[in-house]
Nanobody, 120 residues
Framework: QVQLVESGGGLVQAGGSLTLSCAAS????????MGWYRQAPGRQREVVAA???????NLVDSVKDRFTISRDNAKNTEYLRMNSLKPEDTDVYYC??????????????WGQGTLVTVSS
């Protein structure tokens, strides 16, 4: 079994910063692309940022100048550093990883979600 555990969400004032973490554990040979998504009630989950196994990153335009995605391959962990947060960034943030597992093969795994609330 493979699981992702997220941490780092919370309440912050507009203009503030937060860092989300997402650690993969379990039956893992390697972790390929990892990503962050967000979802508000009644809306579809949307991608925020992604990072490949060799560190290539991509972020959506709305966060490109404010958020940074990174990873520590030795820890199978990815991070989302969020600066200059805006109230419209308020969402539940989910991490996702494409994992190669010796037991399960290639699997796509989601974290449990962490709430980020930005007050105005």
């Amino acid at each position: 079994q493979v699981q992702l555990v997220e941490s780092g969400g919370g309440l912050v004032q507009a203009g503030g910063s937060l860092t989300l973490s997402c650690a993969a554990s379990g039956s893992i040979s390697s972790v390929k692309t990892m990503g962050w998504y967000r979802q508000a009630p009644g809306r579809q989950r949307e991608v925020v940022a992604a990072i490949t196994g060799d560190g290539m990153t991509n972020l959506v335009d709305s966060v490109k100048d404010r958020f940074t995605i990174s990873r520590d391959n030795a820890k199978n962990t990815e991070y989302l550093r969020m600066n200059s947060l805006k109230p419209e960034d308020t969402d539940v943030y989910y991490c996702k990883a494409n994992v190669v597992s010796p037991l399960l093969g290639f699997v796509e795994v989601w974290g449990q979600g962490t709430l980020v609330t930005v007050s105005s």
